[in-house]
């Protein structure tokens, strides 16, 4: 049970760092030419592809897990609330 807690704890602070170094990005590149863009376009890509989605997938994989390891999880609207909402952000 605790390294399925410690999962989801390292995968949502993965998300958290994603979503941070993202708006990093988009607030301090002002690209001025196509090609400053795509450079943008290219950053955003990385930091999504290597940060955010497997951190996200992570954190719901883990989460679902921890649902079954900890049966009392089963019993609470919140646990499967947080557990749509996962899904959906996926």
Same mark, same amino acid.
Do not use: H, Q
């Given at each position: 049970? %605790? &390294?399925v807690k410690i999962l989801h704890t390292v995968a949502a602070a993965g998300l958290i760092g994603g979503l941070a170094a993202y708006m990093?990005?988009?607030v301090v *590149? &002002?690209? &001025?030419?196509a090609e400053a863009y795509a450079g943008l376009r290219t950053s955003l890509e990385v930091?999504?592809?290597y940060?955010?989605?497997p951190?996200? *997938?992570i954190g719901l994989l883990s989460g679902l897990v921890s649902m079954l390891v900890h049966s009392p999880f089963l019993d609470k609207g919140?646990?499967? #609330? %947080? *557990?749509?909402l996962?899904?959906?952000? #996926?």
């Open positions: 049970r %605790k &390294t990093v990005l988009l *590149a &002002t690209p &001025t030419s930091v999504s592809g940060i955010l989605v951190s996200l *997938a919140w646990v499967w #609330f %947080k *557990a749509l996962g899904i959906l952000m #996926f």
